[in-house]
């Protein structure tokens, strides 16, 4: 038997032997060396078969630091309020946009206000949902004030 190709990497020596078996070619593998053999009226055919599979046999770059940030990553990924990147809320990382978020939240419940307050109350239908409605957006707006106003003073 003849060395006929010699790989760089099992795993397209082991891929090589998987199709030449399909194709019943006699042939045998050393995989500590990453070697295939043949006898020498078999060469051509599985030459030709190794070109047609359009192996890459280049070498690899390898990023040192894959595995640091994974073990990182995966020693972390449990632990609150550890931040490893992706997109936060703008209302986390800017604390100047609570009086635009306060006013949006202030303005269903302070225009309904005002729709009870001058119109007549038998046109104003009072249902538990639109009360719990109201009381829902009021208890949101007075907590995002209260936030507001203990960053404001955080501030000082």
Do not use: C
């Amino acid at each position: 038997m003849k060395v006929i190709k010699i790989f760089k990497f099992v795993s397209n020596l082991e891929y090589v032997h998987s199709v030449l078996e399909e194709q019943k070619i006699a042939h045998s593998i050393d995989l500590e060396n990453g070697t295939i053999s043949s006898d020498e009226y078999q060469e051509s055919k599985i030459l030709k078969i190794i070109d047609d599979l359009n192996l890459d046999e280049k070498e690899v770059e390898v990023d040192e630091n894959f595995q640091q940030d994974f073990d990182d990553w995966h020693k972390n990924s449990l632990n609150p309020g550890y931040f490893m990147g992706g997109r936060i809320p703008f209302f986390f990382w800017n604390k100047k946009n609570y009086p635009f978020l306060l006013f949006t939240i202030f303005f269903v419940p302070i225009v309904t206000f005002f729709i009870v307050i001058f119109q007549d109350r038998m046109y104003w239908n009072f249902d538990l949902f639109s009360v719990s409605i109201f009381i829902f957006y009021l208890f949101v707006g007075i907590s995002m004030l209260v936030q507001w106003l203990n960053y404001r003073k955080n501030l000082k």
